[in-house]
């Protein structure tokens, strides 16, 4: 479910013409299928912000570019030419950046964008405020950032398996898929290096805003839980690599005033407890999400589990500090993959551990099945 909630469209085609140019594009707008626009508004730097629903007039279209100036950028923004607010719902994604590049060189040596970006923004007659369209903006603006830095500096597309980042990023032996084919029969959004890049770009450089709208996510009805946005989980928390924060650091030139001390929160055990009447409660303990004691200590911590064929998902109440949370009257007595989240109110940061997987079919035992979770 999280998957659907922002997914870069990957219809890329790549084009032989007569003169040697090759073309790469991606999908087409949704302005051609929008209708007459509602509001727009040009940012100072040109932006275009184009409302194609009643709910977003001039004054949100103004609130959102400063939404969007609190994500992290540098001079890849000037090459993002429109944000469009779209009045259509996207059963698959909530927003897609769309982007042309060309080449001559087989090498890829002279690749450049060719044309701004354009990111679009789906389901804006529901989604009416700046705070529920914060974190697929980050993410669509993900996008855009690790293109326009790849393409620049090592001369790349994120499909390329020889990036630097595929070094460091703590993926080997996992099933990362490098193209840019969304038909080849072993890709998969899940484990698409695109889409994991731009999650990194959201969880390090993403707004304050669309961080916390991450933390909020665990009080939403039908979503899958905390920090729903961050797709896939089973790859180490990137705010605890300290060299992926340095490489895009480098890359890109940007200033980055917020330093790395996160650690994985990981769940140590499962302690049954006992009660006179028989029953019992589940006692949790992890590890602190920080080596800095002063960090740890303010560290908000939830855990959530869930059993996805059972249809089942729950989470614990936040709570600061202490790295042990019970859960009164014991977890669900089935399978349940576990994770443990830890969010910075100072920072407006988090971290997380990937997940694990314990069988409480025997609520007196707890038995550790995985100690990490893959997904299907």
Known sequence: MRSLLRQLSLALTVVALATGLFVGVWSTSAEAVAGKPVASYVSPERIQFVSYSKQWDQRKLKALYSELMKNMHGEELAYLGKVILSNESNDEEMGVANMSYSWTEDDLSDIVMDEPTEIVL?????????????????????????????????????????????????????????????????????????????????????????KLSMVNSL???????????????????????????????????????LPLVFKEPKLQRIETVKKKDGSVDHKLIF?????????ASRLQYSVYWENEEEELFDFTDMQTGKQSIVVRGGLPETELTIKVYAYDPKTKQYVYARPIVYDLSNPYAPALVSPYAQAS
């Open 287 to 295: 590890g602190a999400g920080s080596a800095n004691a002063d960090v």
């Open 219 to 257: 009080q939403t009805e039908n979503g899958m839980g905390f920090y729903g946005e961050i797709e896939n989980e089973e790859l180490p928390p990137v705010t605890t690599l300290a060299a992926v924060r340095s490489y895009w650091l480098k890359l890109s030139g940007i200033k980055d005033p």
């Open 122 to 210: 789906y389901g804006a007659d529901q989604l009416t405020t700046v705070e529920s369209m914060a974190t697929t903006l980050s993410h669509e603006y993900g996008h855009h950032f690790t293109y326009y830095w790849l393409l620049k500096k090592e001369h790349k597309l994120p499909s390329d398996p020889t990036t630097k980042w595929t070094s460091i990023r703590g993926i080997k032996g996992q099933p990362v898929v490098f193209t840019d084919d969304v038909e080849d029969p072993d890709y998969s959004h899940y484990w698409d290096a695109g889409e994991i890049m731009a999650d990194d770009y959201m969880a390090l450089f993403g707004s304050p805003t669309a």
